[in-house]
Nanobody, 121 residues
Framework: VQLQASGGGLVQAGGSLRLSCAAS????????MGWFRQAPGKEREFVAVIRWGGGITHYADSVKGRFTISRDNARNTMYLQMNSLKPEDTASYLCAATKTGSSYPYKYDYWGQGTQVTVSS
């Protein structure tokens, strides 16, 4: 499975962005899908996950109530709607696929390249 993340950009604090993760070479309908982020000099950080078989979601405390993860299996695409963005959300955002769903990066089998999100104050 190849994953392609897009939708990043420069936005002012309080603004919104919608990230997309398009999959090819395989279906995501039976996979857990996650978003992670990584800022320069920092470790990769879990953001959100959506499990398959019911679409149960889980968020990092730092984004809960502001970000929403969703999936469109017909389009083989996952999304991350980010509202009320803060400067501390600035990072490269990566999408990933796993068997069921997890907040641990090592459990993911496939990774897309990052899309940069920069939030100015």
């Amino acid at each position: 499975v190849q994953l392609q993340a897009s939708g990043g950009g420069l936005v002012q604090a309080g603004g919104s962005l919608r990230l997309s993760c398009a999959a090819s070479g395989g279906t995501i309908s039976r996979r857990g899908m996650g978003w992670f982020r990584q800022a320069p000099g920092k470790e990769r950080e879990f953001v959100a996950v959506i499990r398959w078989g019911g679409g149960i979601t889980h968020y990092a405390d730092s984004v809960k109530g502001r970000f929403t993860i969703s999936r469109d299996n017909a389009r083989n695409t996952m999304y991350l709607q980010m509202n009320s963005l803060k400067p501390e959300d600035t990072a490269s955002y990566l999408c990933a696929a796993t068997k069921t769903g997890s907040s641990y990066p090592y459990k993911y089998d496939y990774w897309g390249q990052g899309t940069q999100v920069t939030v100015s104050s």
